[in-house]
């Protein structure tokens, strides 16, 4: 009985640890990326103009998505970021807007959600997170999205958002 709880106990620790890692996502032209805590990225695809970026990063297996997009409109605050991308996200018509939840820390102002709709015939409903701040005249909007939603949705798409990380 000690050897099965013992199995189950190093199963649990490698399934923690493989679900995390380090994700870096580089900002062209700028010397700095950011670093998230996310499942292993097993799709990818970026597209860089000047100092601009549309990423996109998704886990097949954990069923997260990751996007991030850079502005050098809106860059005097992490406010003036928020508004910018906050106001053209809130016109999603598959946004449920009865499930919004923003708040901030030092780093960004932040805003939660669920999304439910049909995409390619098919319904679904997903767990959202964003996290917009601004760091060296460039505003990021960071997306991230757990398919599909249940219980452990909110919690994998918060750890993702405060995990974080400014990396030069």
Same mark, same amino acid.
């Given at each position: 009985?000690?050897?099965?709880?013992?199995?189950? +106990?190093?199963?649990? /620790?490698?399934?923690?640890?493989?679900? &995390?890692?380090? *994700?870096?996502? %580089?900002?062209?032209?700028?010397?700095?990326?950011?670093?998230?805590?996310?499942?292993?990225?097993?799709?990818?695809?970026?597209? +860089?103009?000047?100092? /601009?970026?549309?990423?996109?990063?998704? &886990?097949?297996? *954990?069923?997260? %998505?990751?996007?991030?997009?850079?502005?050098?409109?809106?860059?005097?605050?992490h406010k003036e970021c928020f508004d910018f991308y906050w106001g053209k996200a809130?016109?999603?018509?598959?946004?449920?807007?009865?499930?919004?939840?923003?708040?901030?820390?030092?780093?960004?102002?932040?805003?939660?959600?669920?999304?439910?709709?049909?995409?390619?015939?098919?319904?679904?409903?997903?767990?959202?997170?964003?996290?917009?701040?601004?760091?060296?005249?460039?505003?990021?909007?960071?997306?991230?999205?757990?398919?599909?939603?249940?219980?452990?949705?909110?919690?994998?798409?918060?750890?993702?958002?405060?995990?974080?990380?400014?990396?030069?």
């Amino acid at each position: 009985m000690k050897i099965i709880k013992y199995i189950s +106990a190093i199963l649990l /620790l490698v399934s923690n640890q493989a679900f &995390s890692e380090s *994700t870096y996502i %580089t900002i062209p032209g700028e010397g700095w990326s950011l670093s998230l805590d996310t499942p292993p990225m097993t799709a990818t695809k970026s597209q +860089a103009e000047g100092r /601009l970026l549309r990423y996109t990063g998704s &886990s097949i297996t *954990t069923g997260v %998505t990751l996007s991030v997009n850079t502005e050098i409109e809106a860059t005097g605050s992490h406010k003036e970021c928020f508004d910018f991308y906050w106001g053209k996200a809130q016109k999603n018509p598959m946004l449920m807007k009865e499930t919004i939840n923003t708040f901030k820390n030092s780093k960004a102002i932040y805003a939660t959600h669920y999304s439910e709709g049909e995409y390619r015939g098919q319904p679904f409903k997903t767990a959202n997170g964003h996290a917009f701040f601004v760091n060296n005249g460039v505003c990021i909007d960071l997306h991230v999205s757990h398919w599909p939603r249940e219980k452990k949705s909110d919690k994998i798409v918060k750890d993702i958002l405060m995990s974080l990380k400014i990396t030069k």
